[in-house]
């Protein structure tokens, strides 16, 4: 195939880190590609090759899908963009045995509704079809054999190919059941903003309130060389031009099996419910990685450092009270994360990590003494270590009593979050008054 435009959707904040690692991706084996990658709003594009779809398909981590743009083009009504479609050669893709679906998303469009679009577009299908083979496809909603994106600017179409099927952030790994816990695409985006990519250098890595471990598995795959698709298919592979790329993608996951090794660093987690560690450790083998992560069921009030320096990084619960340990939580209030961006829009609900699990932090009853508790204990025990915390209170610096040295903004679903940076350098710390009881500690930060 000859090049060919490719789109990365990917949470909002996470564009420029989406690029570097399609580079790091990309460099050994396509540079040309490098010289068009393009960091937008919501994604990164870039043109390649079937071989540039699979294998971003197999290493990207913050990804959430690779859509293959098959037609582009002006448009002024759904007329056109009927012609658009009708100019495609579905044949070479499907047969009327298949299944189809189509998603439209847009930005200042000015057609009145987009679901009258993907009509058009599926008419088009349907009649192309027909014509060539005397019959027409069916329609799928969930489970299609090719699966439709079109995307409308204000005078401008395009059509693309959702290669990926299910979302990219579905490993293969975790148990369908249950509610869905943080996405692996944002844990890798905060490891990725943390700049821990598993080397010694960047030190042991802790998350005290692994929820269902989405973080530290990501990090000791990371740790281990594993890429994140081996676990699981592709929409691709059953699409009749990657259908002759067979050979070619099994070497590349020859490859990346081969690629494998020891972690140079430890990675620890552990939460305080009995329930949830256990279910990380379940989820942590079934992802290969038992072996690389040390579980401990502990208050994150309480745990000391593993080790003398290393990399702190959680997503504490936000906005739902903290219950005391063994209290459960029922009545916590869910949220979904999808339809938050046009780019995702067809995304499922999920939820947070500690969704319906994390049964409380022993010793805090709510939040604000959780945090500023959570701030004195790495001023006694954390001193040397850096620590990354993802939060939507644009405030939680000022809470914690903490300096922060960087915030990056950053989306969980629908949620606009800040992940926070805090230097524990052992020596540049200072007790101030204590706040309304609380003992709060002021960390100074070190760049």
């Not at 909002?12 to 540079?31: Q, T």
């Not at 959430?64 to 448009?75: C, N, S, T």
């Not at 975790?174 to 869905?180: F, H, I, L, N, V």
């Amino acid at each position: 195939m000859n090049p060919t435009p490719l789109f990365l959707p990917c949470a909002n904040g996470v564009e420029a880190l989406l690029a570097d690692e399609v580079r790091a991706i990309l460099a050994p084996v396509a540079p040309r590609a490098l010289e068009t990658i393009n960091a937008g709003r919501g994604g990164v594009g870039l043109l390649g090759s079937s071989a540039t779809a699979m294998r971003l398909h197999l290493h990207s981590r913050l990804a959430q899908r690779v859509l293959w743009q098959i037609a582009a083009g002006p448009y002024r009504d759904e007329q056109d963009l009927y012609a658009l479609a009708m100019g495609v050669r579905w044949g070479d893709w499907i047969t009327p045995k298949n299944s189809i679906r189509v998603d439209t998303t847009a930005i200042r469009s000015p057609l009145q509704s987009l679901h009258f679009a993907s009509l058009r577009i599926k008419d088009a299908v349907c009649d192309a079809l027909r014509a060539s083979h005397g019959a027409r496809p069916d329609v799928d909603p969930r489970h299609p054999d090719l699966s439709l994106v079109l995307h409308l600017h204000e005078d401008h179409a395009a059509l693309s190919i959702d290669l990926s099927g299910e979302a990219l952030f579905k490993r293969g790994w975790r148990e369908a059941k249950g509610e869905a816990p943080l996405k692996e695409t944002l844990a890798a985006a905060m490891l990725a903003a943390a700049g821990w990519h598993g080397r010694e250098e960047d030190g042991d890595l802790l998350d005290p309130c692994c929820g269902a471990g989405t973080i530290a598995i990501e990090a000791a795959q990371i740790a281990c060389g594993i890429a994140p698709g081996l676990q699981r298919s592709f929409a691709f592979e059953k699409l009749a031009p990657f259908r002759a790329e067979a050979v070619a993608w099994q070497q590349m996951k020859t490859e990346a099996r081969e690629a494998r090794h020891a972690p140079a660093v430890a990675i620890h987690a552990g939460d305080v419910s009995f329930r949830m560690t256990d279910f990380a450790t379940r989820n942590a083998e079934r992802a290969g990685v038992m072996s690389a992560i040390q579980f401990k069921t502990a208050d994150a009030l309480q745990r000391p450092a593993p080790g003398p320096r290393g990399v702190l990084i959680m997503n504490p619960p936000y906005g739902e009270r903290i219950e005391a340990k063994g209290s459960g939580s029922g009545g916590r209030p869910s949220r979904e994360n999808d339809r938050w961006q046009s780019a995702e829009a067809w995304e499922r609900p999920g939820q947070r990590d500690d969704a319906g699990a994390r049964e409380g932090f022993e010793g805090a009853t709510n939040a604000a003494t959780f945090f500023s508790s959570l701030a004195a204990h790495w001023k006694r025990q954390y001193g040397g270590w850096t620590a990354w915390v993802l939060s939507p209170d644009a405030k939680l610096p000022s809470a914690m009593r903490l300096k922060e040295s960087r915030r990056i903004p950053m989306w969980n679903g629908p949620i606009e979050c800040r992940l926070f940076r805090f230097d524990l350098v052992a020596g540049s710390m200072r007790e101030s008054k204590p706040a309304s009881g609380l003992g709060q500690v002021e960390v100074d930060a070190q760049d």
